[in-house]
């Protein structure tokens, strides 16, 4: 059994900048950072390309405009107070991580700003195609700093220990749940540890993982929000799953799919259909730069109007010059497949992306667990409501990191560890005979919910997917209790459970609003109680 002051699970942008904010405020504390992945920069936040948002040209921007854009990709689900202390935090935020060494390209000495579907002013700060990279880079260099922070990789978080494990009954209506820390799976090892801690923080990204086609790495199986619905804490918003519009389609298959940054529509690309006509005019005024959800819709509708597998991006009209220099990763990426972006168009299509709902935070990212803070992609805050704009994930890490680490700074002394936690009981148990009972339902799951539970919605594919899910988690909760346990076991596991959140939550809004779109109930009501699970 090993103890910590704080367990931080996760190490990308919200994970990493946790840290760092505590350990700068509070070098007595021990606090250990762990990351599934076998490398630590292997996250969601490493892939991010076209940049982060924030306010940055007082003199063409205001706080006021990027609340509005929030406020409305959000679709009227935002809660205004959060929205307000994102935008108005976040620059300071992400001046301090150029402090910390985090690159952002200039222009004649200024940081150039792009521009983004959904905003009304350039205030994108990007490194050229690779932003979540050099954040990522930035902060592991800058951790190294701090003698007190401990990262270790291929450590899996399995389950919170919470008073379940002294053998109390739990249930969701249980007041007061605790957290101890958690169970953890050592994938070099291949057994299970138990960490206690004073206060655990989840910072494990989203879920894209459970669509055929995503942009998410395979990192991305939503453990950290089916390990708190299994703790029996609130998660809310997860019908709201963003499709990027523009994913490459390759037809030879990857996971992930590769993105096209949408800073690319921002440089002035057009979407256009295989016989090369505009399409965009017929369905929002600001054309390929509406905001994700009316943008992946309208591709899907004139994909399967036309009985076709993708739409085209134009680029050809775009100086090369520009472009590659902005680009290059996707530039190379669309050479590799023999298109080259300046004389073809660019095939793209809609793959899964963003998680927007997740485990529910206050605005200092507790959770209904105590001792518990979530923050980044696995959380549900209140910021990006039915639809997140684009470039805000990045900004509300770094924001929600350092209002954790200041919580967490403060309250930390009056909690106590845990004793009388048992260690992993693992008797009955077999190692698994055959891997395709995984795997298989692995693809089985990412068919149901790309067919089901995508962009476009009914309760009749709900209902089938509900009930071929329910199908798969029997199947495997036998399997997980029968068989020793193993990294692809755990994530079928949560995976599984994100897919039933999804459909649950999709299940019970009866209205269409933000990402969520069901063609039984088209149009938005003016109240709905919007229920958390
Ligand atoms: P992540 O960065 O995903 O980190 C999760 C961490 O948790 C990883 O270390 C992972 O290994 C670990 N983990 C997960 N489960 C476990 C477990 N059970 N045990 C231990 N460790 C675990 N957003 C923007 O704002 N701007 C962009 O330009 C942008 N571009 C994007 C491009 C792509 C291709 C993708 C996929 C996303 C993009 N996003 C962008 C979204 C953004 O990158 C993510 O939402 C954000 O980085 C999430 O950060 P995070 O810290 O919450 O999680
Ligand atoms: C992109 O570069 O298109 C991704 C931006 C985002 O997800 O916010």
């Not at 990522?136 to 399995?158: C, H, W």
């Not at 004073?198 to 950290?224: C, E, S």
């Not at 068919?447 to 509900?466: E, F, P, Q, T, W």
């Not at 009930?467 to 346990?485: C, D, I, K, N, V």
Request: charge should be negative; charged fraction near 25%.
């Amino acid at each position: 059994m090993e103890t910590t002051d704080v367990l931080i699970i996760g190490s990308g942008i919200a994970g990493m900048t946790t840290a760092i904010k505590l350990a700068e405020q509070r070098s007595d504390l021990r606090i250990l950072v762990i990351t599934k992945a076998a490398q630590v920069f292997e996250t969601n936040t490493r892939y991010a390309q076209g940049g982060i948002a924030a306010v940055w040209d007082l003199d063409k921007d205001s706080y006021d405009a990027h609340f509005e854009d929030t406020m409305d990709a959000g679709d009227d689900l935002c809660d205004p107070e959060v929205v307000r202390i994102v935008v108005e935090e976040g620059p300071d935020c992400v001046r301090e991580i150029i402090s910390w060494g985090t690159k952002f390209d200039k222009v004649d000495g200024k940081y150039d700003l792009a521009m983004e579907g959904g905003h009304s002013a350039n205030r994108i700060l990007h490194f050229k195609d690779l932003t979540g990279a050099e954040i990522q880079r930035g902060l592991l260099k800058k951790a190294k700093e701090f003698k007190n922070i401990e990262i270790r990789s291929g450590i899996q978080a399995v389950d919170l220990l919470t008073q379940h494990h002294l053998g109390y009954s739990v249930t969701r209506g249980t007041p007061d749940i605790t957290c101890y820390g958690a169970y953890v799976f050592n994938r070099d090892e291949q057994d299970t540890e138990t960490i206690c801690a004073k206060h655990t923080v989840l910072a494990t990204g989203g879920n894209g993982q459970v669509y055929r086609n995503t942009t998410n790495p395979v990192i991305a199986t939503g453990d950290g929000i089916a390990i708190v619905y299994r703790a029996k804490g609130r998660i809310e918003n997860m019908e709201f799953v963003q499709f990027h519009p523009t994913a490459l389609y390759n037809p030879a298959g990857e996971n992930p799919d590769f993105l096209v940054s949408e800073a690319v529509r921002g440089f002035g690309a057009i979407l256009k259909t295989r016989d090369g006509e505009e399409f965009m005019h017929l369905y929002d005024d600001r054309l390929s730069l509406a905001p994700r959800d009316i943008v992946a819709r309208a591709i899907d509708n004139e994909m399967k109007k036309r009985g076709d597998d993708f739409v085209y991006l134009d680029c050809r009209h775009i100086d090369k010059d520009a472009f590659t220099a902005h680009f290059p990763t996707i530039y190379h990426k669309c050479l590799s497949l023999g298109i080259d972006p300046m004389k073809d168009f660019i095939p793209v299509v809609p793959a899964c992306h963003y998680m927007c709902g997740g485990v529910k935070v206050d605005q200092w990212g507790r959770t209904s667990i105590h001792n518990l803070s979530a923050g980044g992609e696995c959380t549900s805050s209140g910021l990006h409501g039915a639809n997140r704009l684009a470039s805000n994930s990045l900004l509300e890490g770094l924001v929600y990191a350092k209002r954790i680490a200041h919580d967490i700074a403060k309250t930390v002394d009056q909690v106590s560890h845990r004793d009388g936690i048992p260690e992993w009981d693992a008797k009955g148990t077999m190692d698994p005979k055959e891997m395709v009972l995984i795997t298989q339902s692995l693809k089985e799951l990412r068919d149901i919910m790309s067919s089901y539970v995508g962009i476009v919605r009914n309760d009749v594919r709900l209902k089938r997917a509900s009930a071929r899910l329910h199908l798969l988690y029997e199947e495997t909760e036998e399997l997980y209790r029968t068989t020793t346990l193993s990294p692809q076991l755990l994530e079928l596991r949560n995976l599984i459970t994100a897919g039933y959140l999804v459909t649950k939550f999709a299940g019970m809004r009866k209205e269409s609003r933000g990402l969520h779109y069901t063609t039984d109930y088209p149009d938005q009501l003016d109240f709905l109680d919007v229920t958390i699970l």
